[in-house]
């Protein structure tokens, strides 16, 4: 049973021994009696800053389903509902893995300056005893929580590459193996005071190295290991994102829960924390701004969706900065990292690289750009709002060597990441029952959502389906049938002018699980030979049409 009283802690740390009885009554801080008879320890904590952390914690949460709406919108219509399964997903499998050894491997007290250890192992000892990542501002059972979003946030940012082609199965088990190898390592480098960029002096708020690099480089990866989509480099794949709302609900909830992302990185309710919101917000507005303007002047349509992704690279490239830097400095990061990223999303034509959400070019990049920037105008005046932390600065502060550190961190987090990252696909890729990674070309044509899951984002993606071609499903409860030509109706509602495919290429089976229907296994020249006139379509299954063909019929 801990020992809870409420008072003030009658020392300059907030921390003594239990026997010098240091506990005065007059306060409001939440005091705490830990350790073994004998050699208890008081701690006390701050009421505030306890509520504050744990109200960040679930603005950090809401950014993974925000993550998923924003993937889902980005996507064709029959791949949508596969994107938001695989970020929730990813909440899920890091939870788990996070209290099996996840945070014991990141922050355990007794680790190394290269790997942590299994001190705390299924949570034994998380609690009330001082967090040293925190400043030992905050119970334990508090910070692990926080931390946990974080290590389940970034597998969700870098499955995106993975979308319209990647099984299920396999990237849950990826996810866990990687939040082990790549994410807690890296993580505990920077952030577990053991670590060896913390004790030399890297300077890395929010996770520029454990979040935006390595949910970047693993995307690159991902996106090189599992090859193009069916119709890379050809009008199949010159789509539109079928819904640009989704696209602005996904961002806004990431926009909203990245300010307890970095207002919470400093683990005070302090000065340290209101620049942090301030500079978040800023350097997202100004990277929206920015590339929506340069997308003008290509298009001159202003583009919603342009302005979303250069809000989330604003976001990004802050991550590592917010907390070292003033508001007038995250103006130039918001428009550096707009710049950067909007420009390398041409490079993977080059690099020729399918990578569909573009993750290497809006995190990865950005956050090479925030990371440098913070080497520049880190400033130890604002480091030093929350009272507590002490830094030399950078560029600013005539701390020239801190931008030597800065590329270092760069350099190391990326090739732990790409290296590890290729490593486990590989070997996990090659054992039976969990690979291969890449979906069969029948989930590409006919969608994974019908292929993997058996449901849809909505109902009349399974009607009015995107099939590249020809669709002949039959429908068995009531042995109707109905063949779409999906040609003449411009395929996928979201103008990606999709050809059909050469003659003779079956489309193979697919279950529409809840629905209990089932696609028949047949191949192109049949069903262009099978497909029916105006006339000879049962009334009864065009009953089920989309509803954009009823209306279309009146």
């Not at 290269?114 to 119970?139: D, H, I, K, Q």
Request: glycine share 12%; net charge negative.
């Amino acid at each position: 049973m801990v020992n809870i009283t409420f008072g003030a802690v009658a020392a300059p740390s907030a921390a003594a021994p239990a026997a010098d009885n240091p506990i005065q009554t007059a306060g409001l801080d939440f005091i705490v009696t830990y350790g073994s008879p004998g050699s208890e320890m008081v701690q006390g904590y701050s009421t505030g800053d306890m509520a504050w952390i744990l109200t960040c914690t679930a603005l950090v949460w809401l950014m993974i389903p925000g993550l998923g709406y924003l993937y889902s919108g980005l996507t064709r219509r029959k791949n949508a509902l596969h994107m938001l399964l695989l970020t929730m997903m990813a909440l899920a499998v890091v939870s788990f893995q996070w209290f099996f050894w996840g945070y014991s491997l990141t922050f355990s007290s007794t680790g190394g300056a290269f790997f942590g250890n299994l001190r705390n192992f299924g949570f034994m000892g998380v609690l009330e005893e001082p967090a040293g990542g925190s400043s030992n501002r905050l119970p334990e059972i508090i910070y692990a929580g926080y931390e946990m979003m974080f290590a389940a946030l970034v597998p969700a940012i870098a499955i995106g590459a993975a979308c319209e082609r990647a099984r299920v199965w396999p990237f849950l088990i990826f996810t866990f193996v990687w939040a082990t190898l790549v994410y807690d390592p890296i993580a505990h480098w920077i952030w577990a005071p053991q670590g060896w960029a913390f004790k030399w002096g890297v300077l890395d708020y929010a996770g520029g190295g454990p979040v935006e690099i390595c949910s970047g480089i693993t995307g690159l990866v991902i996106s090189y290991y599992l090859g193009k989509r069916r119709g890379y480099g050809t009008e199949r794949l010159l789509f539109k994102p079928h819904n640009v709302s989704h696209i602005v609900l996904g961002t806004a909830f990431l926009w909203f829960g990245w300010l307890g992302f970095n207002g919470g990185s400093c683990f005070t309710a302090s000065l340290r924390a209101g620049m942090s919101v301030m500079t978040t917000n800023t350097a997202a507005s100004v990277a929206g701004i920015t590339w929506m303007l340069l997308d003008y002047r290509l298009e001159r349509k202003w583009s919603v969706v342009g302005f979303c992704t250069g809000a989330i690279a604003g976001l990004v490239a802050i991550t590592p900065a917010a907390g070292f830097i003033g508001v007038p400095a995250s103006v130039l990061v918001g428009f550096l990292s707009a710049v950067v990223s909007n420009f390398a999303t041409g490079v993977k034509v080059f690099m020729r690289c399918d990578d569909a959400m573009d993750v290497f070019a809006v995190h990865a990049l950005a956050g090479y750009v925030g990371l440098i920037l913070t080497g520049l105008f880190a400033q130890a005046s604002v480091a030093n709002n929350d009272g507590i932390l002490v830094i030399s600065g950078g560029w600013l502060d005539h701390h020239y060597y801190q931008l030597a550190q800065q590329i270092a961190w760069i350099v190391a987090a990326t090739a732990w990441t790409g290296g590890v990252t290729f490593a486990i696909m590989l070997v996990l890729d090659h054992i039976p029952g969990i690979g291969p990674f890449r979906a069969s070309e029948t989930a590409e044509i006919i969608g994974v959502d019908e292929e993997q899951l058996g449901e849809f984002a909505y109902d009349y993606a399974l009607f009015n389906r995107d099939l590249e071609g020809n669709c002949s499903p039959a429908y068995l409860e009531g042995q109707n049938k109905l063949d779409l030509y999906e040609g003449q109706k411009g395929g996928n509602g979201s103008s990606d002018g999709a050809a059909a495919p050469a003659a003779g290429e079956a489309l193979g089976p697919a279950s529409s699980g809840s629905s209990g229907q089932q696609a028949a296994s047949r191949t192109v020249a049949e069903a262009e030979a099978a497909k029916p006139t105006t006339e000879t379509v049962d009334e009864k299954a065009m009953q089920h049409a989309a509803p954009q063909d009823a209306s279309a019929r009146h």
